[in-house]
Structure formats: C-alpha cells, structure tokens
C-alpha cells in the first residue's frame, strides 16, 4: 500500500444471511439437497475509500446505513463477504467497548490482557498502567474481577485503556455517552486532544453532524450501505440537510 495512506478500502460488500426463524438456518445447514433458507442482506454494497496519513474522515448517515458494520470490518471485528482492507499501523478502536475482556479476570488483568490483544508488550502496559487506572477512576475496583462491575464501570475502564494507548490509526463510534456527565465531559476532551495530533489518522463516525463538520477533513455519507457523497464538510453537510428535509 502507499505509504500516503494508512486505510485502503477496495470494493468491500458485507452481506447477512437472513433467516425467518433460528430453525430454518439448522434446516439449511444440514440439508442433503442443499436447499437455501435465508436471503440475502448486504448491509455494505461495493465500497471504496482510502484515508490519508493524519486525516480526520468522518463518517455519517441515517440508522442502518451501514457505518457501525464498516468499522467493524475495518478493525477487523468483521470480515468482509468481498473486497479487500488494507490498514498500515496499530489500530484502537473506541465502537466494541470492552470486546475481549475477560469477565473472570481484574481489571489489571483485563488492561494487560486488552493491551495484548491492541498489540501492545507487557512493557509498554507497565508504563501507561497508572494513567489508565487514574483516568477510569476506579480505585481499589481495578483488583476486583470484572464480573463485579456495573455497566458504568465496565466502560469507563475500557474506554480509558483505548483512549490512552498511543496508536496510529483511531476508530470511533458514538462512544463518548460512556459514564456520568463528568466522565462524558472529560472523555469528551480526551477526544479532541487525539483527534488533534496531526501523526494520527482518525475515522469517526456520529449522529452529531456539527461536531463532524467542525472535526473532520472530509466527510464520507454513508446511505443503505452505499457511498452517496464524499467530500469536504461544508458540500456534504448541506447535501445531507437537504437529503434530510
């Protein structure tokens, strides 16, 4: 890949086998005469993007266009049906809080654990470990297994890990609800300070258009899965809020 780009994006289609009931999809599986029971569902048709070494992308459109499933792909949470993903660096992704924890585990256990799937060394962990706790503020909590933990609890931990660990490459979805409205305002603010280093390259996907318009380099609008526009801000905001009227 380009060493311009840090995310290439080639012709990628997600598509969802849709069952009417969970029965019919154990009917089909064993099926001798290979009778199909599901339709086809292609949450993501045919796209192709790439995203620059310190670029801002943001991504938005309505409920269901497919942006959560794009960055799933891209993070390699999902893989896609067709189409290839190129990605050069270290990746950490603020959309599957939590994905990879170990519920039996700490909470120091878990941040070891979390940073090792990131692709982070013990050591490494070791020197960010006292900032993570402090910013989850969790206290004593940290020894305690993570079963133990409230909902609030369990994000505000795996946001701090993410949210602290230096990478290359940023994704994010709609995460900063996580925690009070003191914990929101300062996650808020830990945001704005990574998506402003200019050695990372940031996609972001919300329902907060303003917030979008004013963070990002260049907008991609996602709509039933397709690219309808991708361009600066200022274009794509006004197609959108004349798309939305």
């Keep these: 890949m380009d060493s311009e780009f840090k ?5 990628i289609s997600k598509v969802f086998k849709m069952y009417n009931t969970p029965m019919d999809k154990m009917r089909e ?41 794009l960055l799933k ?17 270290k990746i ?19 941040i070891f654990f979390y940073g090792t799937l990131m692709g982070f060394t013990r050591s490494q962990m070791e020197g960010k470990l006292s900032e993570i706790i402090a910013f989850a503020e969790r206290g004593d909590y940290v020894y305690q297994p993570v079963k133990t933990y409230s909902s609030g609890m369990y994000s505000k931990l795996a946001f701090s890990i993410t949210a602290i660990l230096e990478t290359d490459i940023m994704l994010i979805d709609e995460v900063l609800s996580v925690g009070d409205s003191k914990f929101k305002k300062k996650s808020y603010n ?30 991609l609008w996602l709509n039933d899965g397709e690219i309808k526009m991708q361009s ?13 009227k």
């Design 232 to 244: 600066n801000p200022e274009d794509v905001l006004k197609e959108y809020n004349n798309f939305m």
């Design 190 to 219: 830990k945001m704005k300070q990574l998506i402003n280093d200019k050695d990372r390259t940031v996609i972001i996907v919300s329902h907060a258009i303003e917030t979008l318009g004013s963070l990002c380099d260049e907008l």
């Design 29 to 69: 599986a064993f099926s001798v005469s290979g009778k199909i029971l599901h339709t086809d569902f292609y949450a993501i048709t045919d796209l192709s993007f790439s995203v620059k070494k310190g670029e801002i992308l943001g991504i938005m459109g309505r409920n269901g266009s497919g942006k959560s499933t």
């Design 7 to 11: 995310i290439k994006v080639s012709n």
């Design 92 to 110: 950490s992704s603020l959309l599957e809080l939590g994905t990879g924890f170990n519920m039996e585990y700490t909470g120091i256990d878990n």
């Design 73 to 89: 792909m891209i993070t390699g949470i999902l893989e896609p049906t067709e189409g290839n993903i190129e990605v050069s660096g």
